[in-house]
């Protein structure tokens, strides 16, 4: 789920910075783990020879002056003294005299080195721990001519300041390098993220009928300014071949229609005058398919000027309720050849200015469709429903119902979708025509899957 969210949701610039921080923070606690590890090291054999050093001085000026001697000598020496502590005992480890820091005190000192049988001499080397605090206490011992034994005690107190030291020094060079890291982010975004951006916004203009827009990549990186400049080149090439075919498409159209209406027109004479029954029919049927081609060309016109925004209408006031209920009727017995139900869901009556000729022809588009990829059985159901001052009108069926993917494609002119493909030899102009009429008019139309099965066509009128 989160692996989800972070490719789906989380921007770029945003998941840069992020891993940014954490290879950040990753090296600077890797490099503290080592540091500190160095920095301990380092300070114990610091103490330790420290210590030692300390040990074979004062125990040559116990030789020379006694304890008397050491004691002067301890505390007129320029050291510390808050971290040091000094202990003098018996072999058996009774106290004679000692000297403790205040950071020397609340560690418990061993009673005997660890060896406890020490030669005149010879040094012992340990540390102690703290019962109640954070801390460590170095301590050497050596045994003296006489027996006894002379401890020297050092707290690691300041050590572990300077470590506490070292380690902010090492946080703050750490934020300063993640803040200088924050430039290239910033050049990231600046010349590769928001030339895509721009291409995006681009893209989805283009989708717009009638847009003619480029990918601008000028202020972009050499790689993308490459990539724009070759998409251009490719649109505008498919844009030539789209053009070329548009008015291919128009000239034929044009062209079309006046020979088909003669050939109409003397087709109907010739039904007319010859008395040959087996003419008569080839008449009647040739008729047929010059209205179908008249047809045709009369919806690739229709669509084109839904395109340019060109289709004149006709409007008038018309009762939206008594168009659909009419029109319902007529595909009645269509429907019920098919062994489909077909049924209109009342509604408000209301009133629409509208060309009530393009809006009953965008209706039966929706009304074939339906009879021709429904189950046997199956159900359309016709509805309307106010939209503000407008009304949208519904045509459900309970046929196969739409590939996801096709629910906005089928729109499109040629285009048919996989449902029909196997059933009807149409051309996919049908919601062609339906979308022009419906944009005409300053609506829309789309389409959705029903829950049980089918799918729902629909157009939106807006009102006066």
Aim: aromatic content about 6%.
């Amino acid at each position: 789920m989160f692996l989800k969210l972070w490719r789906e949701k989380v921007p770029s610039v945003w998941r840069l910075i992020l891993l940014l921080v954490a290879v950040v923070s990753i090296c600077i606690a890797t490099i503290l783990v080592f540091v500190r590890m160095a920095v301990n090291q380092d300070m114990r054999q610091f103490h330790r020879n420290r210590i030692s050093d300390e040990l074979m001085q004062y125990s040559a000026i116990y030789t020379q002056s006694g304890l008397a001697g050491v004691k002067r000598v301890f505390q007129a020496t320029p050291r510390p003294l808050s971290h040091d502590a000094m202990r003098l005992t018996t072999a058996s480890g009774q106290i004679i005299s000692e000297e403790m820091s205040s950071a020397a005190k609340g560690f418990i000192w061993p009673e005997q080195t660890m060896r406890s049988l020490l030669d005149k001499g010879d040094m012992d080397l340990m540390e102690v721990a703290a019962t109640d605090r954070e801390g460590r206490l170095y301590l050497g011992a050596i045994r003296l001519w006489d027996g006894n034994t002379l401890w020297m005690g050092r707290a690691d107190t300041q050590s572990r300041m300077h470590l506490r030291n070292i380690e902010w020094h090492l946080w703050f060079a750490g934020l300063t390098a993640a803040m200088i890291l924050l430039l290239p982010v910033m050049w990231f975004r600046h010349e590769v993220l928001r030339p895509i951006l721009s291409f995006t916004r681009t893209a989805e203009r283009m989708r717009l009928p009638g847009n003619n827009s480029r990918l601008r990549g000028q202020e972009a990186i050499p790689e993308l300014r490459a990539l724009a400049s070759v998409v251009n080149i490719g649109l505008d090439q498919i844009q030539a071949l789209t053009r070329e075919l548009q008015t291919t498409n128009d000239f034929l159209a044009h062209e079309l229609r006046t020979p088909l209406a003669r050939i109409r027109g003397n087709l109907e004479h010739f039904h007319d005058e010859t008395d040959n029954e087996a003419a008569r029919e080839a008449a009647a049927r040739s008729l047929e398919e010059i209205d179908r081609a008249t047809q045709l060309v009369q919806t690739l016109l229709t669509i084109r000027a839904g395109d340019h925004a060109a289709l004149r209408l006709h409007r008038q006031v018309t009762s939206l309720d008594e168009l659909l209920t009419d029109l319902v009727e007529l595909f009645v017995p269509a429907a019920e050849d098919r062994k489909l139900i077909l049924k209109l869901v009342p509604g408000l009556s209301m009133t629409l200015n509208i060309d009530r000729e393009l809006l009953t022809q965008a209706v039966s588009n929706l009304l074939d469709n339906a009879l021709a990829y429904n189950r046997p059985g199956g159900q359309i159901s016709v509805s309307w429903q106010g939209e503000g001052t407008g009304a949208i009108i519904s045509v459900e069926d309970t046929g196969p119902g739409l590939h996801p993917d096709e629910i906005e494609i089928i729109w499109d002119r040629y285009v048919r979708g996989s449902a029909a493909r196997p059933k009807s030899s149409g051309m996919g102009l049908g919601l062609s025509l339906v979308r022009s009429i419906a944009m005409a008019h300053g609506g829309y139309s789309g389409a959705h899957n029903r829950e049980g099965g089918g799918a729902v066509f629909w157009i939106h009128i807006p009102g006066n």
